[in-house]
């Protein structure tokens, strides 16, 4: 076993993990190129020349079936999976494992026009017609139904099927789409009934005395539609979310009842779209995946490694990006390709973030249907487009070195707070149309990351108690169980870091009784005086140096003599001059600071230096140039880095020490790395 760790790679190598990643099935290379394909659009004659290509690019593993229940259902209860076992079995004589998606995002027409009430109706009062996909209902016992039993159908011919890695459940759950019917309506009346047990609770909790809203039976809630009370707001997310947890569970019982606990069952979520709550979503699962698209322009890494980061913090777990863009899409404002080499670039980055399969979106275009301009790694004609070598280089690259990422994961010292409660309360109430919340998370995500090169994104009330450095940037629901969890990080030591808006609401979307940030008031030692939503920027200057407050500013109040200033207002609108903008308190072994502004880009900088310093947080792999990206991972005694230049130039990258450089399977203690140039080092020893 490899044991030798060195100053810069203590802090990340934990303790060797020695249980098997659900990322990476047994039998199967630790990390893959794989590749959605559609077996059912084609001929079989032609399946052998495709799976001969996909062979020859090292593509490994393959996503089928998703979309295709009238090929598994040809009509009601007939059942024909033949020729899905003759596709799989001849994947797997070219070394290609299957996942197997359920075709619940796309029902077929016979089913849809016999019973319409398996189809969505939107806001509008009109239910949608057939033709596209996420037109189903998720509401609908019918539909429902009819979801259980083809995915029953398929675990009971599959589920034992040892070319059957796994399964994916539905395709992006219907992007999180409602049917705005009375069933969906008595749902949610009857799911706060179960919840608030009584309409005085309910009434009380969401304020209801305010524009007599009053309900005095439960049928009158209405489904929010537009404008309406924060508190219905809030809790139709967290029905959306139950509704698709449901429709989701519903699949998962009866594959798990017939398939073998071996294959995995995961899901494919979108970044940061927040359709619902994927915390208690992903929970169910094996592992959750991801779709990464760059759609327009070029990556950018550092929304990309966020994106990432957020994906692996859902479970908490190693992820895969089980679709992603092979050059260009076809659904955005300008389809632009990748440049050559970004791909690559892109995939490593994928890996580097605890991603342990990387699958392109899609092998071959459909000659007729939606998507025909879509990316793809063979054309029309079914030959390679230029971009099936890069992929087959970077097949080849995982085979090499997959051995070496058994076992490995990122492991963080830093982890951000993400909640969609949160967010989702203050997209309601903006109260400045430019507020972003996840603009402001990728600011202290690009500094903390670009100081500690590996950065969690969590959920607020995972364990924490690993993390040296936990920032909030705007945790704007801070309930009193989620306060006092808080506060035990910090008492055991932590440091913890609160944005502006903080602790301002209840779980009931609700002001709580104090100002911000309510429950943790008495920890900080200070308050918010009041908030601003600010017309322009206001100077700041303290601890990190001088620059800019925008977008929104709190003027901070103290209340214990210990508090420290960190950063005041200068001369703004008569209220913020001279107060307080940024606050910081030890609090029992740790401390809590709050910082009350969006910072401009140069103070967000520096005050993440000093968050990193005060904690403790150390780089994994030392300082790298600007533009160069390490994503180191470590488990099962090994420690690798991977190292991706995503400047416009080349970089020149001084390594701590000699190490070994796994790809050009050489070693040295520099590292040239052209643009989107990657490596993947190890400190010098064996790690496979
Ligand atoms: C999504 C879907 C795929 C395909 C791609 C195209 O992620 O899951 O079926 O439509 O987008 O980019």
Not at 422 to 450: C, M, P, V
Request: some cysteine; glycine content about 8%; proline content about 6%.
């Amino acid at each position: 076993m490899f044991v030798l760790c060195f100053a810069f790679c203590a802090a990340t190598a934990q303790s060797p993990q020695t249980k098997p990643l659900p990322t990476q099935p047994a039998g199967t290379d630790a990390i893959m190129v794989g590749t959605a394909w559609y077996p059912e659009q084609w001929p079989e004659s032609r399946w052998e020349e495709d799976l001969r290509l996909m062979e020859a690019a090292h593509v490994t593993v393959v996503r089928i079936a998703e979309f295709a229940w009238s090929r598994m259902e040809p009509s009601e209860g007939h059942y024909d999976f033949d020729w899905l076992a003759r596709a799989i079995n001849q994947a797997a004589k070219h070394h290609i494992v299957s996942v197997l998606g359920t075709p619940t995002a796309a029902p077929p027409a016979w089913l849809t026009q016999k019973y319409p009430d398996t189809l969505r109706v939107e806001e509008n009062g009109q239910r949608v017609t057939h033709g596209n996909r996420a037109h189903g209902s998720s509401t609908s016992p019918r539909y429902r139904e009819f979801c259980r039993k083809i995915a029953e159908q398929m675990a009971i011919r599959f589920g034992h099927d040892p070319n059957v890695v796994g399964w994916q459940i539905d395709n992006e759950y219907g992007y999180a789409l409602m049917s705005f019917d009375d069933t969906t309506r008595k749902m949610f009346q009857d799911w706060l009934q179960a919840k608030y047990k009584t309409l005085d609770n309910l009434n009380a909790h969401w304020t209801t005395a305010y524009w007599s809203q009053t309900y005095d039976n439960w049928s009158e809630i209405p489904i929010p539609v537009g404008g309406h009370n924060p508190g219905l707001m809030l809790e139709w997310k967290r029905f959306v979310t139950y509704v698709w947890h449901d429709y989701q569970q519903n699949q998962i019982d009866v594959i798990r009842r017939h398939a073998e606990p071996r294959q995995f069952i995961t899901g494919n979520f979108m970044g940061f779209f927040d359709g619902f709550d994927h915390y208690p979503m992903t929970e169910p699962l094996m592992f959750a995946s991801w779709d990464d698209y760059v759609g327009s322009g070029h990556v950018d890494p550092d929304f990309n490694g966020l994106s990432h980061d957020l994906t692996r913090g859902f479970k908490r777990e190693n992820f895969w990006v089980i679709e992603t863009q092979p050059g260009a899409v076809n659904w955005h404002s300008v389809n632009n390709f990748l440049n050559r080499g970004e791909v690559r670039a892109m995939a490593w980055q994928a890996i580097g973030h605890g991603a342990d399969e990387v699958g392109y979106w899609q092998w071959r275009s459909a000659l007729n249907g939606q998507e025909q301009y879509h990316g793809t790694l063979v054309g029309a004609d079914g030959t390679p487009v230029p971009l099936y070598a890069e992929i087959s280089q970077l097949g080849h690259e995982f085979s090499k070195v997959e051995s070496s990422f058994r076992g490995t994961s990122p492991v963080s010292q830093v982890a951000l707070l993400n909640s969609y409660d949160s967010r989702w309360a203050i997209e309601f109430q903006k109260h400045t149309k430019e507020y972003d919340t996840i603009g402001l998370l990728k600011s202290y995500y690009r500094n903390l990351s670009k100081l500690a090169q590996s950065v969690d994104v969590v959920d607020p009330y995972s364990p924490l108690h690993n993390y040296k450095l936990v920032v909030a940037p705007s945790l704007n629901l801070i309930p009193e169980g989620l306060a006092t969890h808080l506060l035990e990080y910090v008492r055991n030591g932590g440091h913890l870091v609160l944005g502006p808006r903080s602790g301002m609401k209840d779980q009931f979307n609700a002001l709580t009784r104090q100002r911000q940030p309510g429950y943790l008031v008495d920890a900080l030692g200070g308050r918010v005086e009041q908030f601003y939503a600010l017309e322009k920027n206001f100077p700041v200057s303290g601890a990190w140096g001088t620059g800019e407050a925008k977008i929104w500013a709190e003027q901070m109040g103290t209340s214990a003599p210990d508090v420290q200033v960190l950063l005041k207002y200068g001369k703004s609108n008569g209220w913020l001059d001279d107060q307080p903008a940024a606050i910081t308190r030890t609090y029992g072994k740790g401390r809590i600071t709050y910082i009350g502004a969006v910072l401009d880009d140069k103070l967000t900088a520096a005050a993440a230096e000093w968050m990193i310093k005060d904690s403790g947080v150390t780089a994994a792999l030392g300082p790298v140039p600007d533009g160069v990206y390490v994503c180191p991972r470590s488990g099962a005694g090994k420690q690798i880095y991977v190292v991706i230049n995503f400047a416009s130039e080349s970089k020149h990258i001084t390594l701590p020490r000699v190490m070994r450089f796994l790809l050009a399977d050489k070693q040295g203690d520099v590292l040239d790395l052209p643009t989107y140039g990657v490596e993947v080092v190890t400190v010098n020893g064996d790690t496979r």
